[in-house]
């Protein structure tokens, strides 16, 4: 008997996938997850326009006030039809003879050839975060159609959350069997090991960790003022903030540690290494990676009830879900855990253990089975109806 011949896979990102630092890293990750699954072989396409591409695309934008221009070029009509074009002549190029493309991350325009996608969101769902995601009315409908086409006319559209996978039924209008959620896995290694010795230096010290570049939808604010209720009970407590580019006041009070953006992944481990607790009371968040990833290092974990993150944490067993973001909660959610050394350990262990479940290899292998099966059962149609 011959063995199978495994899928091709044209695996088409924004810019380099053998880069980690791409799009949060998603996309260099599930793509080193493929390497590991023997029936896949992947042709990696970058759909990333050059700089000279770039620039005219920031022409054809223009709008006389900056914060214009620049939602105008993200956002706008020009990148994705660029994006779209650059996709379509490298397919042809660097993979004539895929079986299925696999768009990760970002939309495109719908394509005759057999399509799938990885999102984590779409762009009903960021909406709102942040001013260059304010569009208007006109430039959000524009958008979505194209993005509603181009989920709807996809084999599968593969999630990591289930707000996105709802966002697709309600305000795109892609039939839910065309839905898989898969969800997604960690960027960083994590601990080998968690000891008991580590477990007992972290609650001597207590030291809470923040990640997140947005720290007003990531309720940093919130965490700031509960901190300084914390520092009443545990004068030695510390807060450690990485992700904020801009330094402010409020980050140089007493205990507050705070160091910008980090690209170092090694820096980012040390951090979550030497944290207690890591705590993310997110506004909204389509799926909270960074909550997995502090998993894997042994932290429990409070975080809001928003988007994916009451579905990562379960409240008394790994961590703790916020009935409401504000100081008080956050503040009541950090000394429960850390107040009982016991019952620390008990949470700091089922974080651990539950982290081996967001695996990038895993999440390819169900994609892989899933196109498979979707293109086999086309075939099959197609030659039924002839």
Known sequence: MSEQKPLEIAYVSYGDSADAMAASGVPHYLRQGFTGVAAARISPVSARPGIVARLAAKLLSFRPRRADWERNYLHGSVLPRMRSRLRTRRLRRLAP???????????????????????????????????????????????TRIEGDFYRRALVVYTASRAASQSLIDDYGVAPERIVQVGAGRTLRGL???????????????????????PVRKGLPELLEAFSEIRGEFPKATLTIVGPEVERPEYSEPGVHWHGLVADKERVSEFYAAASVFVLPAHRESYGLVVPEAMSFGLPCVVSSTGELPYLVEDGVDGAVLAEVDA???????????????SYAELASAAYAKSGRFDWTHIAQTMTDDMAERLRSGREGESRTR
């Open 97 to 143: 003879d895929a079986d299925v493309v696999l768009h990760v991350r970002t939309w495109y325009s719908a394509i005759s050839v057999p399509y799938a996608s990885f999102i984590d969101a779409t762009v009903t769902m960021v909406r709102g975060y942040d001013d260059t995601w304010d569009l208007s009315d006109k430039q959000f409908a524009a958008e």
């Open 328 to 342: 008080t909660h956050i503040a009541s959610s950090i000394r429960e855990i850390l107040s009982d050394r016991t």
């Open 192 to 214: 080998t090991e968690l000891s008991g010795e580590r477990i007992a230096e972290r609650i001597r010290v207590p030291n809470i960790l923040f990640v997140g570049k947005d």
